[in-house]
């Protein structure tokens, strides 16, 4: 079956560790993106990537880092630098360019204490 | 800047009767695609229907169906013969180009038996 994983479901960290939170999509998307979820509100845009090797921040990448070194894979970092680090996220990916909609993972949610 | 608004928090609907969830968007774009997603409580984000700006004729996705009023920038989703199932946050979603999506702050339906 063709979908994308996220692994794991809860995450539970120490505060000022960096985590990384796994995605991976064998739908041969070339786009993927990563998303925050606080309670109660929309998504917001952490980082994109529309093709192997590049990606470009969104709209609160400040304190996240990404790689994109294989088509399937689009890791995200929580860095100790992130100030609030405790949310829900979500990894999509779609067939890049200005058409498809974003399917979504099922999501990890991270809590820092 | 493109911007979704979704005016309502949440709404109840019985069992079997339709309900519409509103939707109103905000670009200087005249290309651009219209989403809309669901989030049960598991917190998967599940694509429901699309709609594109040159699209003449409402979408329709069984038993989803969008109102989609160019003129008045509104592309309502429409549930027919709600479901017990159909109980989750809905969020309105527009990309234009190759921009990013970028989503409401999401309504919460109620199925009530």
């Known amino acids: 079956d063709g979908g994308i994983t996220q692994s794991p479901k809860y995450l539970f960290r120490k505060e000022g560790q960096n985590v990384t939170l796994s995605c991976e999509q064998n739908?041969?998307?070339?786009?993927m993106y990563w998303y925050r979820q606080d309670p109660g509100q929309g998504l917001r845009l952490i980082y994109y990537?529309?093709?192997?090797?590049?990606?470009q921040k969104g709209d609160i990448a400040e304190g996240y880092s990404v790689s994109r070194e294989k088509k399937e894979s689009f890791p995200l970092t929580v860095t100790s630098a992130q100030k609030n680090p405790t949310a829900f996220y979500l990894c999509?990916?779609?067939?890049?360019?200005?058409?498809?909609?974003?399917?979504f993972g099922p999501g990890t949610r991270l809590t820092v204490t | 800047a493109q911007k979704i608004t979704q005016t309502q928090p949440g709404m109840f609907v019985q069992e079997k009767e339709a309900v519409t969830l509103d939707c109103t968007y905000d670009?200087?774009?005249?290309?651009?695609?219209l989403f809309w997603y669901k989030q049960p409580s598991s917190g998967e984000m599940i694509f429901l229907i699309y709609q594109g700006s040159y699209d003449e004729q409402n979408a329709t996705e069984g038993r989803y169906s969008l109102n989609f009023q160019k003129a008045r920038k509104s592309t309502n989703l429409v549930i027919s013969a709600s479901q017990l199932g159909d109980s989750a946050m809905y969020f309105c979603a527009m990309k234009t180009g190759f921009q990013k999506l970028v989503f409401g702050t999401g309504t919460r339906l109620l199925v009530s038996p």
């Open positions: 999509a990916s779609s067939i890049g360019g200005q058409g498809g909609e974003q399917y």
């Open positions: 739908l041969n998307h070339d786009a």
């Open positions: 990537s529309q093709i192997v090797n590049d990606f």
């Open positions: 670009t200087s774009d005249q290309s651009y695609g």
